[in-house]
């Protein structure tokens, strides 16, 4: 059976929050509907605002952001504002997506926390890395490797979208993942934010080989060290193997914010001058223009 998530979708809903518009308004179906529950009924969001620090003076408490411990204080403002997820898709599409989605998770309840067989072609191996941010200092922790498949087999089944392997760095020493190496394992099925993402891998087996380098702890640091961090995530640097999505934990006097953080280890400023991205463009044009044969290249 051929299954998609479509929770993934991002041209179910649009929102206008301050949030998204790094992504011009963009949304997953799973952020609206399992994360924030704000579709049709939208949500509300508390702006905290402190008169004084916007005023360039310190806080009276030794703050350095506002938050729910400031309730009560003079200079503390409270603006509630509430958006309204904007539905993309006419009542006869909407009503087919909400069924897709009731599809897909019925087979994934079935199958989540179960060992399953998988199997597929390795598209990139990225590290895998958390950053954690206190008020006073910042730590980047490299937790392994991301091994990413466009599409593969979970179980008996062909799964349509990506779908992400975490391995530890001694998995990575010992097999040496690469990519569009094939490879067969057995692991634990996970959702994580909507992904589906297996882990506690064994049982591997490595069909072909791949190709270019393989991660190592070394490499991995240093190139953190030098990436550019972007608050907006293009599709194109999601897709390049040179682009991380790190997961954030942001720890201030009074909360606890979690969130993604697109790096770019190649440390290119700006995604639009991107030379990695044209670099793999005409890689991608001369593969296509080899497959030809060589009887079609030429005009009659």
Not at 36 to 59: A, D, M, Q, T
Not at 179 to 187: N, Y
Not at 230 to 257: M, N, W, Y
Request: proline share 4%.
């Amino acid at each position: 059976m051929k299954i998609k998530n479509p929770l993934k979708r991002t041209d179910v809903f649009s929102c206008t929050h301050g949030a998204h518009q790094g992504f011009n308004g963009k949304v997953s179906a799973y952020h609206v509907l399992r994360e924030k529950h704000c579709y049709p009924s939208g949500c509300i969001y508390f702006l905290w605002r402190c008169v004084r620090l916007e005023k360039g003076n310190r806080c009276v408490h030794g703050y350095t952001t506002p938050g729910r411990k400031c309730k009560g204080c003079t200079y503390y403002v409270e603006e509630k504002l509430h958006f309204q997820p904007i539905l993309l898709l006419s009542p006869e599409v909407y009503s087919q997506f909400v069924e897709d989605v009731e599809n897909y998770e019925n087979w994934l309840e079935k199958i989540r926390f179960t060992q399953q067989a998988i199997a597929g072609k390795i598209d990139t191996v990225k590290p895998w890395f958390e950053k954690h941010v206190f008020p006073d200092r910042t730590r980047i922790d490299l937790r392994g490797y991301l091994l990413v498949f466009k599409r593969g087999f979970i179980g008996m089944d062909m799964f349509e979208d990506p779908f992400y392997v975490r391995i530890s760095q001694g998995q990575m020493q010992e097999y040496g993942f690469l990519p569009k190496m094939k490879v067969e394992m057995v692991g634990e099925i996970r959702e994580d934010r909507g992904r589906i993402v297996v882990q506690h891998i064994r049982q591997v087996e490595k069909k072909t080989k791949g190709w270019g380098w393989h991660w190592t702890r070394d490499k991995a640091l240093v190139a953190v060290k030098t990436a550019t961090e972007f608050e907006h995530q293009p599709e194109k640097c999601i897709a390049c193997p040179s682009g991380a999505l790190v997961d954030v934990t942001e720890l201030t006097e009074t909360e606890e914010r979690k969130y993604r953080r697109l790096y770019c280890l190649k440390g290119i400023v700006e995604p639009s001058v991107c030379c990695v991205s044209a670099f793999n463009a005409l890689k991608k044009a001369k593969s296509f223009t080899e497959s030809i044969p060589t009887s079609q290249t030429h005009l009659h």
